[in-house]
């Protein structure tokens, strides 16, 4: 089991806290698009304001490599949060030195602000501690709410914590809650659906929780490297072909530990990506060779529904096909809704998969829609979370 400090044993009221959360959000001509990761850090933010705490707040947004990006401001997030929170919430414009300390001092209990961006500086990702002690420096306590964000050893989610006694967020703890379940006893049959663009990125995931599972539908780009190991022609589909013996590998020991694998039977083709392309539906073995296969076909649909239909737990990690696209968007979309009509506890890993059942409107439907993406596999699979440490009961205090 695994416990993790609550922000309600603090005593927050009047203090100046540094709550880590993550707004790593879709912007689209200067405005947020999608909100999901925001709206699920309100509860803890709305708590601290209740408390009388002082707020400051501190994320990141994309990959600016230590710049500062105009692009990659928070501002647009400071907006949509004041709206959310229907007060005003200003934008400090860094995230440590005077302008922080100036901004921090002039607050009343209940204000929030918002730090720009973190990652505009190069000393955030290499959790450097001159860094983390002036992030920490004008606050007495430290939140962490960035469940997405806790496989990294960032200045922002592990440095701080040498400096402010930390605590988590009840996004976080829900985060664990659910996923610590599914990791340790999942109700059976427990089965993995992974899709996505690329085979490589979830090559570690399929041999870890291999052992774990009952059984493992693949679809999106990801299969056609499955199937060409099965020694179907494939045409211009995504093909990792260095990739080949470990696929193979996998699948012998799925078929060992009696674990099916399901690979689609049909595929939606086309001959190029975009969203007029022409599109056509056939079986695996009849790609053409001057085509690629963009998403799953409706025989595979119903195959793979069928067999979701049957679980008791299911994790999806990953589109069916290039959804962001709308004539390959439909198995992602039939899947969801099959999913979201299951009987079973279904997990969403964020990321693309997150952003597609949003898109649906159909986030309320599962069993728990995660705010990570990586992190969020990462912690299935057992790997290292360096930011739940700190926060753990007989951890690192």
């Known amino acids: 089991m695994i416990r993790l400090h609550d922000v309600k044993e603090a005593d927050v009221k009047g203090k100046r806290v540094l709550l880590r959360a993550d707004f790593n959000v879709p912007l689209r001509d200067g405005e947020v698009a999608e909100d999901f990761r ?8 709305n708590w601290l304001r209740e408390q ?19 692009e990659l401001s928070l501002r647009p997030v400071a907006g949509r949060l004041g709206e959310l929170l229907g007060q005003r919430v200003p934008l400090v414009p860094d995230c440590i030195g005077d302008a922080v300390a100036e901004a921090v001092e002039g607050m009343q209990p209940g204000d929030v602000i918002l730090l720009e961006n973190v990652r505009f500086h190069l000393e955030e990702e290499k959790n450097d501690e001159a860094f983390a002690r002036a992030l920490a420096e004008p606050f007495d306590l430290y939140v962490n709410d960035a469940f997405a964000v806790c496989h990294r050893a960032h200045a922002s989610t592990v440095g701080v914590t040498r400096f402010l006694r930390p605590y988590a967020g009840f996004l976080l703890q829900e985060e664990v809650r659910v996923l610590l379940k599914v990791r340790d006893d999942p109700d059976r049959p427990y089965y993995l659906l992974i899709g996505g663009k690329k085979a490589k990125d979830k090559l570690g995931v399929l ?27 494939i045409g211009r589909s995504v093909l990792e072909e260095e990739l080949l ?9 799925a078929s060992q530990g009696d674990v099916f694998l399901l690979l689609p039977r049909d595929v939606v083709v086309a001959r190029e990506l975009s969203d007029s392309a022409e599109t056509a539906v056939v079986p695996v073995d009849r790609i053409p060779p001057d085509a690629m296969g963009l998403d799953i076909g409706p ?24 959804f962001e696209y709308r004539p390959f968007s439909r198995g992602t979309e ?3 809704k099959a999913l979201a009509e299951a009987p079973g506890f279904t997990v969403v890993g964020g990321g693309e998969t997150g952003e597609a059942v949003i898109q649906l409107g159909l986030e309320d439907r599962f069993g728990h829609l995660s705010t990570g993406g990586g992190a969020t596999l990462a912690f299935l699979q057992g790997k290292p979370m360096p930011a739940l440490e700190p926060l753990m009961v007989g951890g690192l205090f």
């Not at 925001?38 to 933010?45: A, D, V, Y």
């Not at 060409?228 to 022609?233: C, L, N, R, T, V």
């Open 38 to 45: 925001i709206r699920k850090t309100l509860p803890t933010i």
């Open 334 to 336: 039939a899947i969801a």
């Open 299 to 322: 025989e595979t649909v119903r195959a793979f529904a069928e067999k979701l239909r049957e679980a008791a737990t299911v994790v999806w990690a990953g589109p069916m096909g290039a």
């Open 52 to 70: 009388g705490a002082r707020i400051a707040i501190v994320s990141h947004l994309g990959r600016p490599k230590g710049k500062a990006v105009p």
């Open 245 to 253: 013996p470990k696929v193979r590998e996998i699948a012998e020991r």
């Open 207 to 233: 041999e870890e929780l291999l052992p774990k599972v009952d059984g493992i539908l693949i679809g999106g780009g990801a299969a056609f490297t499955f199937l060409k190991a099965q020694g179907y022609e």
